[in-house]
């Protein structure tokens, strides 16, 4: 099992910037992919950005440019670093992680912190 904790959200004004981290614990050897995902009030769970454990990233197109995910692998850490939020970044931020060991792929979330733009 793993077990993915994130901190980090909080409330920030439109422009502002915040740094989400998602620590990994447990059985995180099998970890290759990890990444953050979003929910907003009413709408389903989107991709952020993901990285690999060779460091290849990969961004949504509504983000790219604003936000920066990077990872630890000393720390088995990843990060997000958010910059010119908007409003409608508002949502409750997920950290995921893809492991793979004896041929069986495992998903792993978090429990979620939020992030609030708002003036």
């Known amino acids: 099992q793993v077990q993915l904790v994130e901190s980090g959200g909080g409330l920030v004004q439109p422009g502002g910037s915040l740094r989400l981290s998602c620590a990994a614990s447990?059985?995180?050897?099998?970890?290759?992919?990890m990444g953050w995902y979003r929910q907003a009030p009413g709408k389903q769970r989107s991709l952020v950005a993901t990285v690999t454990n060779t460091g290849n990233a990969d961004y949504a197109d509504s983000v790219k440019g604003r936000v920066t995910i990077s990872r630890d692998n000393a720390k088995n850490t990843v990060y997000l670093q958010m910059n010119s939020l908007k409003p409608e970044d508002t949502a409750v931020y997920y950290c995921n992680a893809w492991s793979l060991a004896n041929l069986i792929r495992k998903e792993y979330w978090g429990q979620g912190t939020q992030v609030t733009v708002s003036s």
């Open positions: 447990g059985n995180i050897f099998g970890i290759y992919i």
